[in-house]
Structure formats: structure tokens, C-alpha cells
């Protein structure tokens, strides 16, 4: 079945560690989303990437990193940077261009830092 | 910069109430326009999207919404509520030159039996 997979489920981290998560799809979708959701506030774009080796800043990238070497992976880095990580990541991709369709969304990466 | 806005945050309706939820956005150029939904304990899931033509669409399980451009709004609405339609549900927006899709707040839609 295509889809998109996230992982881990749930991770907990300490205080000053950096943390990787997973995001891989084989939908052969060209762009690739990273949100964060919090209670009260939606989804808050990270980063997005249209196409491998090239990523943007969404709305609040500080304290993350991402790369895109692949057109199937998108893992999201959460620095010792990121005042706030803990959060519920959601990764997403779609078909790409600029006017592109509809995003698929995985079950999500729920981070607590401790 | 492209922004959304959902009025209401937490709705509490009874079975076979009607359900308008609101949405606006500000974006100076074209847009495209989604709902999301997400069940309890499930992934996101797409409800039904505007890109263009006729501005009423119409979704899965019976819900429908109506883009309004002069009132940059894009309404959800449903007839009939049913108790599995409890669930958070999210306007996006996406404007047609920047590949950002940006998410309003979320409304919560309780439905009591």
C-alpha cells in the first residue's frame, strides 16, 4: 500500500539533545511537508521541500533542520536549539509543482522532551 | 503573507443538527482552499478541496463548502450531523505561486448522541 511512514511513534528526549525524525513515502510524490501541532494553535509549517536538494522555511523552522537527499525521505532534525520541542510532528507530501494537489499525511511523531 | 482564520474552536452540536463552520483567509492573489479532518486517534485526512469553478464542492460524507471570494471565506457546512462525525477539523490555504499550505487553528466538532 503507498503511504507515508513516520517514525518513531513517540520518543522521549532529554533536555539538550538533538533528535531525528523519520519520514519516508512511496507515493513518488516530489514535495514533502514538515508541520508541528499544538493544542489551540493548527499546524505550523516547518519546512517544505518541492524536490530533492531543496528545502524552504516554513513558519517556525528555528530549532530545526531538515534535508532532502532522497525523493522518498525528508527526516526532520529537532536541535537543542528549539526553546519548545515538545509537540506532535506531522510529515506530508504531495504530487509537487506549483499549484499542487491535495496533501497525504503519516499518523505523526509525538516528541516529549523531559 | 497568507494567514487563516477559524472563528470557532470548540462546537458542541446534538445528532441531526446542521454544522457551519467558518474560515477565512487573507491572501492577495489566487488560492487554493482545503478542509481537513482528523478522527480521533486517525491521520489527517482530506474532507474536500477548492481549486477552481464552481465555488460550492462538495466532500465526502456529506459535507459541502462554499468559496466565497469577495469575503475570502470558505465555509464548511453540513445538513445533518451524526455522532461519528466528532472530530478536528482544519481549514488550510494554499496560495497559488507559494507551494505553502498553511492551516487555520482547528475546530473541534463534538457531537452528542
Known amino acids: 500500500d503507498g503511504g507515508i511512514t513516520q517514525s518513531p511513534k513517540y520518543l522521549f528526549r532529554k533536555e539538550g539533545q538533538n533528535v531525528t525524525l523519520s519520514c519516508e513515502q512511496n507515493?513518488?510524490?516530489?514535495?514533502m511537508y514538515w508541520y508541528r501541532q499544538d493544542p489551540g494553535q493548527g499546524l505550523r509549517l516547518i519546512y517544505y521541500?518541492?524536490?530533492?536538494?531543496?528545502?524552504q522555511k516554513g513558519d517556525i523552522a528555528e530549532g530545526y533542520s531538515v534535508s532532502r537527499e532522497k525523493k522518498e525521505s525528508f527526516p526532520l532534525t529537532v536541535t537543542s536549539a528549539q526553546k519548545n520541542p515538545t509537540a506532535f510532528y506531522l510529515c506530508?507530501?504531495?504530487?509537487?509543482?506549483?499549484?499542487?494537489?491535495?496533501?497525504?499525511f503519516g499518523e505523526g511523531s509525538r516528541l516529549t522532551v523531559l | 503573507a497568507q494567514s487563516v482564520s477559524q472563528h470557532n474552536h470548540h462546537v458542541i452540536l446534538s445528532e441531526a443538527a446542521s454544522l457551519e463552520l467558518g474560515c477565512n483567509y487573507s491572501?492577495?492573489?489566487?488560492?487554493?482552499l482545503f478542509w481537513y479532518v482528523q478522527y480521533p486517534g486517525q491521520h489527517l485526512q482530506l474532507l474536500l478541496k477548492?481549486?477552481?469553478?464552481?465555488?460550492l464542492v462538495k466532500g465526502i460524507k456529506g459535507f459541502e463548502a462554499e468559496f466565497i471570494k469577495s469575503k475570502f471565506s470558505f465555509n464548511l457546512r453540513k445538513p445533518s450531523v451524526q455522532w461519528s462525525d466528532t472530530a478536528e477539523y482544519f481549514c488550510?490555504?494554499?496560495?497559488?505561486?507559494?507551494?505553502?499550505?498553511?492551516f487555520g487553528q482547528g475546530t473541534t466538532l463534538q457531537v452528542k448522541p
Open positions: 477548492y481549486f477552481s469553478g464552481d465555488p
Open positions: 521541500s518541492q524536490i530533492v536538494n531543496d528545502f
Open positions: 491572501y492577495g492573489g489566487t488560492v487554493n
Open positions: 506530508a507530501s504531495s504530487i509537487g509543482g506549483i499549484d499542487t494537489g491535495e496533501l497525504f
Open positions: 488550510a490555504v494554499r496560495g497559488s505561486n507559494t507551494g505553502k499550505l498553511i
Open positions: 507515493l513518488n510524490h516530489d514535495a
